[in-house]
C-alpha cells in the first residue's frame, strides 16, 4: 500500500476511534464521504484508490469532485460542505505525517467551504401532521410500525439518526414516560412523551416483542432501519396522505422537516426558546432562533401591538414641470 491508504486506515483507527471516541454516525459520515472521494479520484486518474498518493489528490481534483457532488449527483451546498469538513479532518491529520507533501496538503485545506443563501424551514400544520399520521396501512405491519415512527419523531423531534439509533429500552413509561437517546456531539438527552405517543408505543413494542437492546423500529428482519428507508417511508406515507391534505407536497418531504415541526407545535403553544434548545439537543440558542424567523404568528402578534404610525397616505407629486416630465419616465 501507498503513503494514503496506510494513513487513511490510522485517521480511522487512531484519530477518530480511539483518539477522538467519534461516535459511529460521524465514522460512517466520514467513510461514505471519503469513499466517494476515492471513487471519484479513480475514474479521473485511473488509479485504484489502494495505489493513490497524495500528490494525486491535490486541490484541483478536490475541488473537480466538489462540483461533481453538486452537479452530478445534485447535492446540496450543504452536503458539500459537509463531505469538504471530512477531508479537511483527513489532510490536517496527514500534514503531521507527511511533511514532504505540505504544500499540497496546505492548498487543500485552503479550499474554501460554499456559502449559501439560508432559507426559511419547513414544517407542516397540525392538520398535515394528523393526515400524514393516518397514512400508514394499521392491517399490516409495515404500517404500524411507521405509525409509531412518525408519532415518535412528531412528537419528540428526533433527528433520523436518533430515531433509528433507538432500542427497545429507550422508552419508559409510567410518572415521567420518555425516550432516551445519545444525539449529536455524544450527548445523552431525555425527551418526555405524551399520552398518546406513550400509549400509541406501548402497543408498538407489544407487538415488537424482542430482547430489550434491540431496534425499537426494526425491519421485517430485525436490523435497523437505515436513514434512506426511513425518508423513503415518509415520503410514502406523505403521498398517500396528500390525497386528503393538498398542501402536503410528497416531494419535499423528508425527515427533518418532522423535527421542525415538533419544534413549530412547541414554540406556538409558547414553549420558551431555551426549553425547546434542550428538547432537540441543540447546543446553541443560535441554532433554535431560526424557528423564530419561520413563525409569522409571532410576528403578527408583534406587529399587532405596534402602534401605526400617525402619517396621511399618498405620494410625492414634482411642482416643477421639468420634475413632472422626469417622474413620469
Known amino acids: 500500500m501507498t503513503a494514503i491508504a496506510a494513513t487513511l486506515q490510522s485517521f480511522f483507527t487512531e484519530r477518530l476511534t480511539t483518539q477522538r471516541q467519534s461516535s459511529p454516525r460521524t465514522v460512517a459520515s466520514y467513510r461514505d464521504s471519503l469513499k466517494l472521494l476515492l471513487a471519484f479520484a479513480q475514474q479521473h486518474t485511473g488509479k485504484s484508490p489502494t495505489a493513490l498518493d497524495w500528490a494525486d489528490l491535490d486541490a ?16 446540496s451546498p450543504r452536503t458539500r460542505n459537509l463531505r469538504l469538513t471530512a477531508i479537511r479532518s483527513l489532510f490536517s491529520f496527514a500534514a503531521l505525517r507527511h511533511p514532504e507533501h505540505a504544500e499540497s496538503i496546505q492548498r487543500v485545506l ?11 424551514i419547513a414544517f407542516l400544520a397540525a392538520p398535515e401532521i394528523d393526515a400524514l399520521l393516518d397514512a400508514p396501512d394499521m392491517s399490516r405491519w409495515e404500517g404500524r410500525r411507521d405509525r409509531a415512527l412518525l408519532l415518535t419523531a412528531v412528537q419528540t423531534g428526533l433527528r433520523v439518526s436518533e430515531l433509528t439509533g433507538l432500542a427497545c429500552n429507550d ?12 444525539g449529536k456531539g455524544r450527548k445523552h438527552r431525555a425527551v418526555p412523551l405524551t399520552t ?3 400509549a400509541v408505543l406501548r402497543e408498538w413494542l407489544a407487538e415488537r416483542g424482542g430482547r430489550p437492546d434491540q431496534p425499537l423500529f426494526p425491519t421485517r428482519s430485525g436490523r435497523e432501519l437505515s436513514t434512506d428507508a426511513v425518508e423513503r417511508l415518509v415520503r410514502l406515507h ?3 396522505a396528500a390525497r386528503t391534505c393538498p398542501t402536503i407536497r410528497p416531494e419535499e418531504l423528508h425527515p427533518h422537516i418532522l423535527r421542525h415541526s415538533c419544534a413549530m407545535s412547541l414554540l406556538q403553544a409558547g414553549v420558551d426558546t431555551a426549553v425547546i434548545a434542550l428538547w432537540l439537543g441543540h447546543a446553541d440558542l443560535r441554532s433554535t432562533a431560526i424557528y423564530l424567523h419561520a413563525d409569522m404568528t409571532i410576528k403578527q402578534r408583534a406587529l399587532d401591538a405596534t402602534a401605526p404610525p400617525s402619517i396621511t397616505p399618498g405620494r410625492y407629486q414634482p411642482d416643477d414641470k421639468l420634475l413632472a416630465f422626469l417622474e413620469s419616465l
Open 171 to 182: 422508552v419508559t413509561f409510567g410518572d415521567g414516560a420518555a425516550v432516551r437517546c445519545l
Open 60 to 75: 484541483d481534483l478536490i475541488t473537480a469532485f466538489l462540483d461533481h457532488l453538486e452537479l452530478q449527483r445534485h447535492n
Open 110 to 120: 485552503a479550499v474554501p467551504a460554499k456559502r449559501f443563501d439560508k432559507q426559511l
Open 196 to 198: 398518546i405517543t406513550k
Open 238 to 240: 406523505a403521498a398517500t
